[in-house]
């Protein structure tokens, strides 16, 4: 079974693979325009200049903000599945859980006829004790993922965080690359653009950076599932 921890290991093999190509291109004169030669016999050669190597660095913000957003959607999907693997029901969650559980049967806007049936729905569930089946949580993380929106998610499903290393700098590096990457998915800076803003020595700050806040994370939430913090402490209906 695939892991969160698997799952960002494989980010971070992408990310030092990726990685390795600009340490490459990084000691090429790329100003002057290199031909690098990608076969044996030297026959198919491929010029890389400083467009590439701009586009190349640019490109290195959108692998690491992917693998923050993937790996805080993992994080939550995780905890969905362990609900669903203990087999409990709708009193076993926590009040944070409940809420969500509840939230998720009111997700649309609807008509009195409709609201009435969810309404009976979610008491055969709490009337019936019936196990239940915990739905992925959406909290609109696409392309929103920075320090800010992932305390307020820990928050919303009462994840307790603690004391996270070097919060100030981890705070920047997400807000940064957060930034960055929107503005080249959105469009309003070229890659060239934002590739002649970056330095290596920056991208290596940001990776080493970000690889140690997600090992970090990914640690808070295999305690949390471990430990069961999605089930209450009390038997409580709440409607």
Avoid at 2 to 9: C, G
Avoid at 55 to 76: D, G, M, P
Avoid at 136 to 164: H, M, P, Q, T, Y
Avoid at 232 to 238: L, P, R, V
């Amino acid at each position: 079974m695939i892991t969160v921890k698997d799952e960002l290991e494989k980010r971070k093999k992408d990310i030092d693979s990726y990685y390795s190509l600009l340490y490459l291109i990084e000691k090429c004169e790329t100003h002057k325009g290199v031909n690098i030669c990608i076969d044996s016999d030297k026959k198919t050669q491929v010029i890389v200049d400083d467009v590439m190597h701009k586009c190349i660095k640019a490109n290195s913000i959108i692998l690491l903000y992917n693998s923050v957003e993937s790996t805080i959607s993992n994080c939550i999907i995780s905890i969905c599945d362990a609900i669903n693997d203990s087999n409990i029901k709708y009193n076993d969650l926590s009040d944070a859980f409940q809420k969500i559980f509840r939230n998720k049967f009111f997700n649309k806007e609807i008509t009195h006829t409709t609201a009435r049936k969810k309404a009976e729905e979610l008491l055969k569930h709490v009337v019936n004790n019936k196990k239940i089946n915990m739905p992925n949580i959406d909290f609109s993380i696409s392309g929103n993922i920075d320090l800010r929106k992932i305390i307020e998610i820990c928050k919303a499903i009462d994840v307790k965080l603690g004391k996270i290393p070097n919060k100030d700098k981890v705070s920047n590096t997400l807000l940064n690359i957060k930034n960055t990457r929107n503005e080249l998915a959105h469009g309003i800076k070229s890659f060239g653009d934002i590739g002649a803003l970056v330095v290596l020595s920056d991208l290596n700050d940001y990776k080493e950076t970000i690889y140690g806040f997600l090992e970090y994370i990914i640690e808070i939430f295999i305690s949390f599932i471990q430990d069961k913090k999605f089930m209450s402490n009390k038997k409580t209906i709440k409607i």
